[in-house]
């Protein structure tokens, strides 16, 4: 009969899919590698190449070109926490609106800015601004041989192209959240004091009694390590483009949809490990 729905897959599939799991694997050690390498060599990057480290950290704070017109990305990261500071005041209100206690809004932007909303908006401005850019750049050095040039030069390029941007990044991310939760808590009292005219003593009060300064701890340390991974993963996609111009924009796509998934992974086992199935919070009348 010729009418089945079996795909004839050939007689060799069985040795081309144990091969595509073996490099895929593969893929995964020689990443792995590459980042205990990276961090490994931090140290070399803070003695020897500390001016590059201070470069970069103006370059990712306050961006280039057509990005330092606007701020750089502590103006792109301060809008995308104003947008979701504004999305939790107007679905607070409404939704606790609904059951009658709608003064309750300051504890919803105390609670959820706090332990999600800010790290995953912070760490988001940051896979798709400065991540992004760091991929592109190696990539960019990687296809012109500029890389090959600094190591027959004695440079140690990994300490010097990757480290260097895990180090800045750690350090630009921290006033980047500063930011973020700032523009957060603003937006969200705006918009429920503003637009709901809802009282700002009352809205001030359960803000000050939920907002927990261990929540603000952990919360900066979620952002921190987020900072980490990132660079980590657009560095090694850059670092490791081929192709020419095409393969670096598809290493700066795969860098970023990598990056996300981490960032979203890295934040879930978090919070589950750090608030738990309470998360801290009891709520009685």
Known sequence: MTGGTAVDRGPGWPIKTARSVVDSWNR?????????????ETGIALTRYHTEILRLIAQMSLGTGALALIGGTVAVVGFMTMTTGAVIAVQGYNELSGIGVEAMTGFISAYVNVRIVSPA???????????????????????ADEIDALE??????????VSTRVVAGVVVVIPLYCVAMVCAFLAARFGTTGFYHQSTGVYDHYFNTFLNSTDLLWSLFTVVLMGIAVMLVHTYYGYTATGGPAGVGAAVGR?????????????????????????????SG
């Open 28 to 40: 995964v050690g020689a990443q792995i590698k590459f980042n205990v390498r990276s961090v490994r």
């Open 121 to 143: 908006v912070a760490g988001i401005g940051l896979a798709a601004t400065i991540g992004a850019g760091a991929t592109a750049q190696l990539g960019a050095m990687r296809i």
């Open 152 to 161: 027959v030069m004695a440079v140690r390029s990994v300490a010097y192209l």
């Open 255 to 283: 860098s970023v949809r990598t990056s996300l998934i981490v960032l979203v992974l890295l934040l879930l086992a978090i919070a589950l490990s750090v608030y738990g199935q309470s998360g801290n919070f009891h709520l």
